[in-house]
């Protein structure tokens, strides 16, 4: 009896423990800062603004990853709408006379962040686990079926995992810390392409309907 009631102590202290380090652990996630960052209202909105129409890729390492479309023409919509870079805008295949193909790769180091979630474990959190995943950002440019520029872009975020990181938890949110980067990469863009002027004036335009800015 008193052997039992000593396991039954320690399984309960072995709970206690796993939620203790439940809560305290937590995980926190900055971004590379390898691209400029651009502000919104570094781009122009007041000059002649093309009509555009696009389509979106999205890899997982060299996969496609159609569930990361979604995410990804998210972020699209919103900062092209917010920047009221172009007159119009909507996913489609060649109805403007202008047309993008953006596509977003996501790979992750696997075999550090492995090792490093090894090392976590054993030291039950006390060694932080990092995970990151670096983001390339690729966008063709057409007139018609030519191809005018190619843009690329490079960025990446680390997320740590580990014990008391949860105090970060609030700012450093890891999706909301991949929205930032992403969007600041599609800001890249419009900066570039808006000082490039590679971009006519708009003509009159039947394109698909879209997100307008």
Same mark, same amino acid.
């Given at each position: ?16 423990? !796993? ?9 926190? !996630? ?13 781009? %122009?909105?007041?000059?002649? +603004? ?9 890899? &997982? ?34 109805? !403007? +006379? ?6 977003? *790769?996501?790979?992750?180091?696997? %075999?550090? @962040?492995?090792?490093? @979630?090894?090392?976590?474990?054993? &030291? ?8 990151? /995943? =670096?983001? =390339?950002?690729?966008?063709?440019? *057409? /007139?018609? *079926? ?32 991949? +929205? ?20 006519? !004036? ?10 307008? @800015?």
């Amino acid at each position: 009896m008193p052997i039992l009631v000593g396991v039954r102590g320690l399984i309960a202290r072995l709970a206690v423990g !796993a939620f203790g380090l439940f809560v305290l652990a937590g995980c926190a !996630a900055f971004p590379g800062r390898q691209l400029p960052v651009v502000a919104y209202d570094q781009l %122009a909105s007041d000059e002649p +603004r093309p009509s555009i129409d696009y389509d979106v890729k999205f890899f &997982t390492a060299l996969q496609p990853d159609p569930s990361g479309v979604y995410f990804f023409n998210r972020e699209i919509v919103n900062v092209f709408g917010r920047s009221r870079a172009f007159s119009t805008f909507a996913v489609g295949t060649g109805t !403007a +006379r202008y047309h993008l193909t953006l596509m977003l *790769r996501d790979e992750t180091d696997l %075999a550090l @962040g492995a090792l490093g @979630g090894f090392l976590s474990a054993v &030291t039950a959190g006390l060694i932080p686990a990092r995970v990151t /995943d =670096t983001l =390339t950002l690729q966008i063709d440019v *057409r /007139d018609g *079926r030519r191809v005018i520029r190619h843009y690329a872009y490079k960025d990446a975020g680390r997320t740590w995992i580990g014990l008391f990181l949860i105090v970060l938890a609030p700012t450093h949110w890891p999706p909301a810390v991949a +929205r930032g980067i992403v969007d600041n990469m599609l800001l890249n863009f419009l900066h570039d392409l808006q000082r490039d002027r590679i971009l006519a !004036a708009p003509s009159i335009d039947t394109g698909g309907a879209g997100g307008s @800015g």
